[in-house]
């Protein structure tokens, strides 16, 4: 093991990583990106003149071709989930984001910037980008400044020019950040978006925060490569998703920080921490770089904890195949932060989380582990599908406990099946949650007690092989509950929706397959 404070040194497994072409080539283009317009507060609607061509900055124009079909119209300023239907927007999909970060000191503003490299899916008179709070400056698209308006949390951008379907375009924004920006929800998540510490910052974006962060497609389905560049004070550090590139230290001694984020994520997985941090670094199965960032003076105090993630990381992999993503780390939020958050490649977990009994820290860690095969790696298709990805992680979270000195899996099960119709009651049926209970125990202890079943269902055996095509045929993608029942029901060998849809979508909770003692208890209004 090898404690660095500040950027840690770099693997032979990092290096060879960092020299493929392709990276590099990745790179160099978000390097061209980072040019931000920015002068003059912006307030009501800004009206541009001018006309450049679009497509990216080196890009000619498109031809007759490329801009013939139906005229422009204005993208969506939602991908039409029930539950959250402004989130996310139609007409473009984002290609890449880089993010540029001033920071100054805690609970302070400072400069910001975006710029979002996209290709319209349509030919687009304006389209919209979800974007909360935050002193905005200026909005160009391909260099051109474009009329805005903010409608709540969407950001209405209207071209100088329309953009024809197919091209690719780049829309820069700058912006001066709020890092007290916070919003609260009346279930597990509490409050979110930028959470402060003494000297700095974690985020937790789950499930709308990250529009108080940057502009961006704002929802679970919707993913895309980020480079970070975060530049800080003298003594203090900051760490994003994905892989440390580098760090440069300018004059006035501020260093100045880029991570590129490696794999695409969605914009409520982002993470984005400042403080005085040293960096732990290990090793996971084959050689998988494991790096904990962690608050100077809980260091030690956390290490007997943090030091299990190697085995956590093969525990897993015994039964979900190899982890999906190229590095892992656990992020401590020095912070009263409730709850802790799958950020990709980068857990967060609160301080108290690592400071107290040993089955109850594991629980967490595997938990947000869990999460990168499952809502990571596998994202959920609509937010109705959220029981996919805390369901499982609440799942494999007991069994392990179970395995290692914490309540036996069918104890805990028999507890949520008894208080199950209560819960639907209250919250909705698995698949069936509203916005406001979303994160309620029906999509934790709930939702792993439907895939319990599945077990006592279809054999151990079986559904391991479930588990592991699961993870395995949606890596990478996007998948909700038809897409588990259809795989389910082909691995099985029988058609599994009969037996799934009460579980997921009834008013009333099935027969426990196996246990015809069990009883669900009356529900109370």
């Known amino acids: 093991m090898e404690i660095t404070k500040g950027p840690g040194k770099e693997s032979a497994h990092e290096e060879s990583r960092r020299t493929r072409p392709r990276h590099v080539l990745r790179t160099r283009r978000a390097a061209l990106a980072l040019a931000l317009a920015g002068a003059g507060a912006l307030t009501g609607t800004a009206v541009c003149t001018g006309m450049l061509p679009h497509g990216s900055d080196s890009t000619p124009a498109p031809g007759p071709a490329a801009s013939s079909g139906p005229p422009p119209t204005p993208g969506a300023p939602g991908i039409g989930d029930p539950l959250m239907p ?62 805005v308006r903010r409608d709540g949390d969407e950001l209405v951008v209207t071209p100088a020019r329309p953009i024809p379907r197919g091209s690719t375009f780049t829309v820069r924004v700058a912006y001066t950040a709020d890092p007290t920006q916070g919003r609260h929800r009346d279930d597990a998540i509490q409050d979110y978006g930028w959470v402060p510490t003494a000297d700095g910052t974690v985020v937790c974006a789950q499930p709308d925060g990250a529009r108080m962060i940057f502009p961006a497609n ?11 560049h975060i530049t800080t004070p003298p003594g203090l550090s900051a760490v994003a998703n994905g892989r440390l590139v580098g760090t440069v230290r300018r004059p006035d001694g501020r260093t100045r920080w880029t991570y590129d984020s490696e794999h695409p994520l969605a914009a409520q997985l982002v993470q984005l921490a400042i403080g005085r941090f040293t960096f732990v670094d290990s090793s996971g199965p084959r050689g998988l ?164 079943a599945l077990r006592e269902k279809v054999g151990a055996e079986t559904f391991e092989r479930i588990e592991r095509a699961w993870v395995t045929e949606y890596r990478g993608r996007t998948a909700g509950t038809r897409d588990f029942v259809a795989l389910a029901s082909r691995v099985a060998g029988e058609d599994l929706t009969p037996f799934l849809r009460p579980w997921l979508y009834g008013a009333h909770t099935p027969p426990m397959p196996g246990h015809p003692d069990w009883r669900v208890d009356p529900v109370e209004d």
């Open 86 to 147: 402004l989130a996310g927007n139609g007409g473009y999909t984002v290609r890449r984001y880089t993010l540029d970060f001033d920071w100054r000191a805690p609970r302070t503003p400072f400069e910001a910037g975006a710029t979002i490299s996209a290709t319209a899916t349509q030919a687009l008179s304006r389209f919209d980008l979800d974007f909360a709070g935050n002193t905005l400056h200026r909005v160009t698209v391909d260099a051109v400044p474009a009329t």
């Open 218 to 228: 704002d929802h679970p389905s919707l993913r895309a490569p980020v480079t970070f």
């Open 289 to 452: 770089p494991v790096r904990d960032v962690v608050p100077d003076d809980l260091v030690t105090d956390t290490e007997e904890y943090r030091s299990l993630t190697p085995d956590h990381l093969a525990w897993l992999e015994r039964r979900l195949g190899p982890y999906p993503f190229r590095r892992y780390g656990v992020l401590v939020g020095d912070t009263d932060l409730p709850v802790a958050l799958e950020t990709q490649s980068l857990s967060v977990l609160p301080r108290e989380d690592l400071l107290g009994d040993r089955v109850d820290a594991e629980r967490n860690l595997v938990h947000e582990l869990t999460h990168h095969w499952t809502g990571d790696s596998v994202a959920i298709r609509r937010w109705s599908d959220l029981w996919l990805s805390e369901g499982h992680a609440r799942f494999y979270e007991r069994l392990y406990s179970d395995e290692h000195g914490g309540v036996s899996l069918e104890s805990v099960m028999r507890s949520a099946y008894e208080q199950h119709d209560q819960w639907r009651h209250d919250e909705g049926a698995p698949a069936e949650p509203g916005e406001a209970t979303l994160f309620k125990v029906m999509r934790y202890d709930g939702s792993a007690l439907v895939l319990f």
